[in-house]
């Protein structure tokens, strides 16, 4: 299902799939090449004049993938009013949308369900190895882990071989480092403890709020955390990143991306490209929505961490984005706001939303990007009407309160992003991004 049509829509998408490694998946269409290369050619045949690109976050298979982004994209064609704002703007306006797919899993335990228990066995086993990224040694570690599970499922502490098994997945997984609030996503950790995240799992359950993987199972979780930030990063600088330097060069068309969740990272890395290599592709717009990624991210001195810079800091010292960058943030994200500081490797944190303060580890999708020398534009996320006048070069942490705010579990309003001001917002951006054309 290479193009899809939109449920009850005239208007479709192009879904771009990659595998673990960051390849593009075999040409589905069967024309020989990659699709990517058909999917320009196609864009160049409708003559776009903006092309949206949406990156995913956790979510596993296609069709969850496809659900998404029937949703999304049908969110924003159904704002008539925006499209007509564009063609005023643009005489001659035609979109062209992609969605891109990479095997992404959630936090590590979601869908399995509460209701999971340790019968799994050997399907856990195989689950984690696979998603944690197949190499030796790791099957007999994580062999280990669960039956130290299956033996002491009510353990009050880690066991050592439990703890040790642990240390050794972590080892093994030698492209995620803890380089600390600078690192690249994935390496921006603590040093891994697995005991911390044991004690956590304790007092989530201790208060109704563990759900799927617990117990002696919950470190899981947090390594499957890192492994998909290291793949977001990954793939958006390498294969991501080559697709859009050769989609800007094959059509000449304007480009807005969205990400969502561990999709902002993989839109951000794919606009900045491999570090120090100097392959930046600018974008007309990009629009961050409840981004799984640190807050310092975009800034040139990070103020806990004096005199290093953010990890993307160069998509805004670069110019690589000439309209606006928007950040949704909602403090019902439960997603953001209580596990992303635990998946850092910080228990126990302190609510730093409730108290005006910024913490050393936190997500854009909780704060908003901070500590940017040109101090990004505070404001709400509004209604579908609502005009932003937003400018070029300019970063906006929109408070989406009011609208980002149903769902429940462990996620809480992470996925509550298709409503029509979420929608509307993205508009407003890629409105502002041609302008500045």
């Avoid at 899993?105 to 228990?117: F, Y």
Wanted: hydrophobic fraction near 40%; aromatic fraction near 8%.
């Amino acid at each position: 299902m290479p193009y899809r049509t939109l449920p009850g829509r005239p208007e479709g998408y192009a879904l771009l799939a990659f595998d673990r490694e960051g390849v593009e998946r075999d040409d589905p269409v069967g024309e020989g090449g990659p699709f990517s290369a058909h999917i320009i050619r196609r864009a160049v045949q409708e003559r776009a004049t903006d092309i949206f690109i949406q990156c995913h976050g956790w979510k596993g298979d296609v069709p969850a993938a496809i659900d998404q982004y029937d949703r999304w994209f049908g969110a924003m064609v159904a704002l008539a009013p925006d499209a007509e704002a564009m063609t005023r703007l643009s005489s001659g306006f035609r979109p062209f949308r992609i969605g891109v797919h990479w095997p992404s899993l959630p936090w590590g335990d979601e869908e399995l369900g509460p209701a999971a228990s340790f019968s799994m066995g050997t399907d856990l086993v195989e689950l984690y190895t696979q998603r944690l990224g197949v190499r030796p040694g790791l099957r007999e570690a994580v062999e280990r882990v669960v039956a130290a599970a299956e033996r002491e499922p009510d353990a009050a502490r880690l066991p050592p071989d439990a703890e040790d098994a642990y240390r050794e997945i972590d080892a093994l997984l030698t492209e995620i480092g803890s380089a600390g609030e600078a690192g690249a996503p994935g390496d921006d950790r603590k040093p891994f403890d697995p005991q911390t995240y044991f004690n956590a799992a304790q007092a989530e359950a201790s208060f109704g709020w563990s759900e799927g993987l617990g117990g002696i199972l919950a470190p899981l979780r947090q390594l499957s955390f890192w492994k998909m930030k290291e793949r977001a990063r990954a793939l958006g600088e390498s294969g991501l990143n080559a697709f859009l330097a050769d989609l800007r060069r094959g059509t000449g068309a304007r480009i807005h991306i969205m990400g969502h969740s561990f999709g902002s990272i993989v839109a951000s890395a794919m606009v900045c490209g491999p570090s120090g290599a100097g392959k930046g592709q600018a974008v007309s717009s990009l629009a961050l929505v409840q981004g799984a990624l640190s807050l310092w991210s975009y800034c040139d001195d990070i103020p806990v961490s004096p005199g290093r810079p953010g990890y993307f800091q160069r998509l805004i010292a670069e110019g690589l984005v000439t309209g606006p960058i928007i950040i949704t943030r909602s403090r019902h994200d439960v997603a953001l706001g209580r596990y992303y500081p635990l998946g850092a490797g910080v228990a126990d944190q302190v609510d730093y939303s409730t108290i005006g303060e910024l913490p050393r580890y936190g997500a854009v999708g909780t704060f908003g990007a901070k500590g940017l020398t040109q101090a990004a534009v505070e404001a709400d996320l509004e209604d579908a009407a609502h005009q932003y006048g937003f400018e070029r070069g300019r970063i906006y942490n929109l408070d989406g309160d009011r609208f980002i705010k149903d769902g429940g579990g462990s996620s809480g309003a992470h996925n509550d992003i298709d409503g029509p001001e979420v929608a509307h917002a993205v508009w407003q951006a890629a409105l502002a991004g041609a302008r500045t054309s």
